[in-house]
């Protein structure tokens, strides 16, 4: 378990809200590459498409780097 599946996990349990949970894990994810200025292992990659973010990737690397 990495820590990006901690920190989903962890998420999961705190909030019983699907709607809620589903904005907060988007931020989340969005967030932990932002702070890790997408140099993601492959375990996280993993993490990330199976909650089925990874097409946002792309979008938020640029977006990031516009910055």
């Known amino acids: 378990m990495n820590e ?5 996990k962890d ?8 709607q809620k949970y589903m904005k907060e894990e988007f931020e989340t994810v969005r967030n932990y590459c932002i702070e ?3 140099k993601l292992s492959e ?8 909650i089925g ?5 792309e979008e938020w690397r640029n977006d990031y780097e516009e910055v």
């Open 53 to 57: 973010l990874e097409s946002w990737i």
């Open 4 to 8: 990006l599946d901690r920190i989903i």
């Open 36 to 38: 890790r200025k997408f």
């Open 43 to 50: 375990d996280e990659m993993r993490t990330i498409k199976s």
């Open 11 to 18: 998420l999961s349990e705190s909030i019983e809200d699907d």
